[in-house]
């Protein structure tokens, strides 16, 4: 049993991946109910001998069963509109990160406070302690407080790359000229852990993002450290 609970992923640690996953719970639901209505009049029918060969047309049939597919869809498509529009919005931000993809690791770049810079590469296998994951630990993690509206700039160097951490519903592609941006919000302390979700060469696995969330405070006093 405890091996099956390590290849769990992350439980959410933002807003908008809370959104994500109820979200994604009820269309579930919505679809194993389609489901069983459709294989429960399949099954019923298999044996039913009961047929009208003169029936040519059933207009409230039809009507039923185009007017009800549609409201579903609505139903669908209302909720899944809303969290895109969430995902988007970014409302003054307290900190605002630079992450740039190279081939095959991430450098940052913290402008606010002070001129900080650090590359981040993944922590090789016979470096790693006990407490840390293989392929997921870097050398340098990124540090930021919790309970903050922190805005993060992506771009890459030199080819495609997309900085993605999953327990945040992150996922911004790094695009060599341009700048995306994307919002990070954390509930709660602790260490999260994403990769580059781009095929982006023959080392792609093996750059991971390690990030450090913090309170205030922490986060104080690591700029005054660094």
């Not at 807003?15 to 009049?41: C, G, K, R, S, Y």
């Not at 995306?180 to 982006?200: A, H, K």
């Amino acid at each position: 049993m405890a091996k099956w609970s390590q290849i769990n992923l992350q439980d959410a640690n933002s807003p908008i991946m809370e959104q994500l996953i109820f979200f994604h719970d009820n269309t579930m639901v919505i679809l194993l109910i389609i489901t069983t209505l459709v294989a429960w009049t399949m099954i019923k029918m298999v044996p039913n001998k009961m047929i009208n060969r003169f029936m040519m047309e059933n207009q409230m049939i039809e009507i039923i069963w185009t007017t009800i597919p549609a409201m579903i869809l609505i139903l669908i498509a209302l909720p899944s509109l809303k969290i895109l529009y969430m995902m988007d919005e970014i409302k003054t931000p307290m900190i605002t990160i630079k992450a740039i993809g190279h081939q095959w690791y991430w450098s940052y770049e913290y402008s606010d406070f002070k001129n900080i810079e650090f590359d981040s590469y993944m922590k090789p296998t016979n470096e790693i302690e006990n407490n840390e994951f293989r392929l997921l630990e870097t050398d340098n993690h990124i540090v930021l407080p919790m309970n903050n509206q922190i805005r993060i700039l992506v771009t890459a160097t030199d080819v495609l790359h997309s900085w993605t951490i999953p327990s945040l519903g992150v996922k911004i592609d790094a695009i060599p000229g341009r700048l995306n941006q994307g919002l990070i919000f954390m509930n709660r302390p602790g260490i999260l852990y994403g990769q580059c979700s781009e095929i982006c060469g023959a080392n792609h696995s093996f750059m991971p993002i390690t990030i450090e969330s913090v309170t205030t405070k922490q986060f104080i006093n690591w700029l005054k450290n660094y």
